[in-house]
């Protein structure tokens, strides 16, 4: 493999979430950050987050982790909102017509860019937004040519923070075995999924507590559900069987709709309880209005006595001052420290391996639908070495993202697949907060070119039952264990791995050139 192709990157490498306790000193910044779309920055702010920063070194150090990991990028929060602001002011002042048009787009682009660069990091681009700022943007974008810049912004702005994600995503598994039960009459089944949910709920709002914001804030719709086991109780003989059907419908409508609104993309409810009419349009208005009415994070003293006192006020001010008039209480941004006047410079993303499937994160094998994104498998082994791991959809550039699931849409298990035709071929387990989540890689021995497929562990235990299906897991694991040594001694020992007919690592795929990584 010549030198050049070595060192070419496809796609970007996935970035470690910051500790919860980095997230926690994130959230104190937040409030001031916010008045920078209104307020010229200072000195002294930024001596602030550089201390804060300093905090997050000896944390970084403590843990033996590299002193800048997972740093708050003030600087570069500073200059896009610098940037930002010229533009917007720019929009003020133009005329509806094409340059205007032309100046909301540039806007709405930096916006979405901007976003994926902080939620690399960890951040959310909505907790460092004024909901006055939000709705300008709102507004601006409401014309026809703005119609899909309202979208994705609108996306940006409703779906949950990271750490609510982190905290739901168990959500739709769950969610799907609630339907599974409904299918099968099984109430007490589904009184166990609402219980589950319901504890996601408390720890959501507990966690909401934390993070500064509303208690009941992207909390899952449990009532809908309640009322379908109402409507499914076997005591409940003062409705007809169609009438039930159309109690079941409505609360499943409701609640596909609210997780839409969530920014949910596969909300796991069979097409059957969701069809028929539109809700009401004032209805889905109020649950927009609900996920819409988003509030971030007070400024609150430290228990250093607050170093930045005068940033309460001020931040009241930027809450309230704007119902009064649009235009009182705003400064340009001319005079604005440090004085950065241009968004963050990017670049075309030119990936010449995404059409094979070939990423920083390994071999693509297939991409699915799931909860607020997507779930990204690949193999981060070679062809002859495989290693299976998923990654978040997250973990890819949105414009890396779309293409590999055009490309690579996980495909459904055939069929006709009998239990002794499936070859289980690795196990894959993704931590989260609440524990793993545990997927098979298999091939059906019964196609004429068996290809690997992904079944989650559910899936599988219901084929085999919990016992068989665990068996398989840890053989899968097994075989995951020695593949990995396999890999090791590829990169450290290269002279015994081919003796054993091994490829030399230099034969490997490009995303393999900087060490392997199972972390």
């Not at 015994?496 to 199972?518: K, Q, W």
């Amino acid at each position: 493999m010549k030198e050049g192709e070595k060192n070419q990157k496809y796609g970007q490498k996935a970035a470690r979430p910051p500790p919860d306790e980095f997230l926690r000193l994130y959230t104190e910044l937040y409030p001031t950050v916010r008045n920078w779309w209104t307020e010229d920055q200072t000195e002294k702010h930024h001596k602030r987050m550089e201390k804060t920063n300093g905090k997050l070194r000896e944390k970084n150090k403590a843990a033996g982790r590299d002193e800048d990991d997972h740093l708050f990028p003030y600087r570069m929060i500073s200059e896009y909102i610098t940037g930002a602001r010229l533009i917007l002011d720019k929009i003020r002042e133009a005329q509806q017509g094409p340059q205007r048009t032309e100046e909301a787009k540039k806007m709405f682009s930096g916006h979405v860019i901007f976003s994926e660069q902080l939620g690399r990091q960890g951040i959310d681009l909505k907790m460092l937004t004024p909901k006055h700022i939000r709705k300008e943007l709102d507004e601006i974008s409401s014309l026809p040519e703005l119609e899909e810049h309202r979208r994705e912004l609108r996306d940006i702005l409703r779906r949950p923070t990271i750490t609510q994600q982190a905290i739901l995503e168990p959500a739709f598994e769950l969610l799907n075995e609630y339907y599974e039960f409904l299918e099968k009459g099984d109430t007490k089944g589904m009184d166990d999924i609402v219980n589950d949910l319901e504890e996601i709920n408390e720890r959501l709002r507990h966690s909401n507590a934390k993070e500064g914001l509303k208690e009941d804030d992207h909390i899952l719709p449990v009532d809908h559900l309640r009322a379908i086991n109402l409507v499914v109780d076997e005591e409940n003989i003062n409705h007809s069987k169609e009438e039930k059907e159309e109690a079941i419908r409505a609360s499943s409508k409701r609640i596909k709709a609210n997780l839409q609104f969530f920014g949910v993309r596969d909300a796991s409810i069979p097409g059957k309880y969701t069809e028929g009419d539109e809700l009401p349009e004032e209805e889905l208005k109020q649950m927009e209005q609900d996920v819409s009415d988003f509030e971030g994070p007070a400024l609150r003293e430290s228990a250093e006595g607050n170093d930045d006192a005068e940033g309460v006020a001020r931040q009241r001010k930027e809450e309230g001052i704007h119902d009064m008039g649009q235009d009182q209480g705003r400064q340009t941004a001319g005079d604005a420290l440090p004085k950065l006047m241009s968004l963050p410079k990017t670049r075309p993303l030119i990936n010449p391996g995404i059409e094979d499937g070939l990423t920083d994160c390994g071999r693509v094998l297939s991409v699915t639908k799931a909860g607020f994104g997507h779930r990204v498998f690949t193999n981060i082994g070679t062809d002859m070495v495989a290693v299976y791991k998923m990654f978040p959809g997250s973990s890819f550039a949105k414009s890396v993202r779309s293409t590999l699931y055009e490309k690579f849409p996980s495909e459904p298990q055939p069929p006709e697949m009998k239990d002794h035709h499936i070859e289980v071929l690795d196990t894959i387990v993704h931590p989260v907060k609440s524990g793993n989540y545990t997927w098979i890689v298999y091939k059906w021995t019964a196609e004429p070119d068996p290809k690997p497929r992904i079944m989650s562990h559910t899936d599988l235990a219901r084929r085999l039952g919990r016992g068989p299906a665990l068996k398989q897991e840890k053989a899968g694991l097994e075989a995951r264990k020695k593949r990995l040594e396999i890999l090791s001694s590829m990169k450290e020992h290269p002279e015994i791995a081919i003796a054993e007919g091994v490829p030399s690592f230099n034969d490997c795929p490009p995303y393999m050139l900087d060490g392997f990584d199972d972390d």
